[in-house]
């Protein structure tokens, strides 16, 4: 079955530590994304990427980072520098960059920082 | 950057009637999608529909059908013959064909009641 897979489904996290989440996705899309969801909003852009090697800051990329070096997986590392990590983060793809393409999510991890 | 608006924050239904959802958006792109995606509690993000702003018909899918007035900037979900596991969060997004960046609205909670 293709689809969008996460780990881990729960992340505790001490304050100062980094930690990375996982996406992987065996759809073949070209295009993958990082939202950061918080109680009562919708979804905020964090990174994307339109193709391999190659990725682009949304509007709240600061004390994160990304990197895409395979096609199937866009990480996402939640740096010390993000002042208030403590969210639920959904990874995303699509088939294409251009904006008709709807986008598919993965199951999400929860991340609390302690 | 473009912007969402569901003004309904929780609304109610009783099984097997119809509902809509509200959704306007502000946005200066000449051409652009619109999407509806559904989040039961598990959290996953679920694609219901799009439409794209060329497009004359209004789209449908099963039982979901979307209401765009595009001169008003609207683009309403209608569900139909609501069932107890529409029961989730809704959110309406929409993205620029220049780019797939999608923009959310902060959702709106629907309940169906038995």
């Known amino acids: 079955d293709g689809g969008i897979t996460q780990s881990p489904k729960y992340l505790f996290r001490k304050e100062g530590q980094n930690v990375t989440l996982s996406c992987e996705q065996n759809l073949n899309h070209d295009a993958m994304y990082w939202y950061r969801q918080d109680p009562g909003q919708g979804l905020r852009l964090i990174y994307y990427s339109q193709i391999v090697n190659d990725f682009q800051k949304g509007d709240i990329a600061e004390g994160y980072s990304v990197s895409r070096e395979k096609k199937e997986s866009f990480p996402l590392t939640v740096t010390s520098a993000q002042k208030n990590p403590t969210a639920f983060y959904l990874c995303?793809?699509?088939?294409?960059?251009?904006?008709?393409?709807?986008?598919?999510f993965g199951p999400g991890t929860r991340l609390t920082v302690l | 950057a473009q912007k969402i608006t569901q003004t309904q924050p929780g609304m109610f239904v009783q099984e097997k009637e119809a509902v809509t959802l509200d959704c306007t958006y502000d946005?200066?792109?000449?051409?652009?999608?619109l999407f509806w995606y559904k989040q039961p509690s598990s959290g996953e993000m679920i694609f219901l529909i799009y439409?794209?702003?060329?497009?004359?018909q209004n789209a449908t899918e099963g039982r979901y059908s979307l209401n765009f007035q595009k001169a008003r900037k609207s683009a309403n979900l209608v569900i139909s013959a609501s069932q107890l596991g529409d029961s989730a969060m809704y959110f309406c997004?929409?993205?620029?064909?220049?780019?797939?960046?999608?923009?959310f609205g902060t959702g709106t909670s629907l309940t169906v009641i038995p």
């Open positions: 946005t200066s792109d000449p051409s652009y999608g």
């Open positions: 995303a793809s699509s088939i294409g960059w251009e904006g008709v393409y709807e986008q598919f």
């Open positions: 997004a929409t993205s620029s064909n220049t780019g797939n960046q999608f923009y």
């Open positions: 439409q794209g702003s060329y497009d004359q």
